[in-house]
């Protein structure tokens, strides 16, 4: 009897390791159009911040090929209506990096209604990858921080190859919406990730493809973000040289906080680019006060820094349960100008 539960336990375990280890990849139609949505100011010599506010699902992060395809159409339709140069900084939302931890996941995960459930699939499909991410996390929200920490490497790769091969491809700078990776670093011109706490980063990625400056560290987390990451120091927001002028990056609610303009204005930036998003749980007002996005966060505190033009460009479609609200918007002391709202890609440009 003893020997027969043994090599019942032992096909059990082998048919649930064989389920494991499949990934199929279904077919997908995704919707590779995008319209422009807003467009200021005319061409100049001084180039422009170009705002990419795609419309994503789950099945969208399938494989990284796919979200490539998608990014590069969106691209390839900026540069036909003549917004595409070498002086041209391109804005991707926050988290759109974030969300590659559901890459080259079986098709339970992206099927799932809820992101608890796509969760739980991811969990029980990894059970070796899983338990040293849970080993090692160290936020409250401890199965989140596992799931990301066990597909770290990979995301940072292919964070770095999604975007860094954008801007290459296309001869722009990018700004690399958000991730959040363990204890990252660039190390000869590569993201590359540790053992410690998570941070939510943006990266900014050269012509050349390689990243320039530090991984931009987010100084508020949101609350949903506290559980499982840590915050940055507002020492570390820094100021980087781009073709368009002096570039200052503040992720979602760092552009609310008077602080970090007054950190950045020590750099003298001259554009700020604001990656966000915003879900069902959040609030397009800010919860501590009467500000919205459209007023004053962004318009009345960019000459408080210096700079003389911002963008801001929301993460929008249905990942999962979560939802997507607030519309993109540029800035200048004049004040803000939102885009259009509606389904779809939109693109968000202002001359500079």
Known sequence: MRKLIFLVLIVLFAAYAGWAERRPVNHYLSDLRSEVALNLGTPAEHGNLLGIQPELFPQD????????LKFAAYLEKAR????????????????????????????????????????EWMAVSNPLKLARGWLGAKGDDRLADALLRMKSVDMAHDYQTLFGGLAREFGVTVVAGSIILPSPRINEGQL????????SISVVFGSNGLPIGRPQRKVFPSDAEK?????????????LPTPAGRLGVLICADSWRPASYAALAAGKPEIIAVPASMGNNGRWKHPASDDTWDSPALASRLGESGAHAGIAVFLRGQLWDLGSHGRSLVATP???????????????????
């Open 227 to 239: 559980g499982f990451t840590r915050a940055g120091d507002l020492d570390d927001l820094q100021v």
């Open 80 to 119: 036909n209506e003549g917004l595409l140069n070498e002086r041209t900084v391109v804005v991707f939302p926050e988290h759109i990096g974030t969300w590659l931890v559901a890459t080259g996941e079986k098709p339970e995960v992206y099927r799932a209604t809820r992101l608890n459930e796509a969760m």
């Open 61 to 68: 992060y399938q494989s990284v090929e796919r979200l490539r």
């Open 192 to 199: 590359q990730t540790g053992n410690g706490r998570l941070y």
């Open 334 to 352: 004049a004040g803000p100008q939102l885009a259009e709202d509606g389904r779809g890609a939109r693109l968000i440009n202002i001359w500079l």
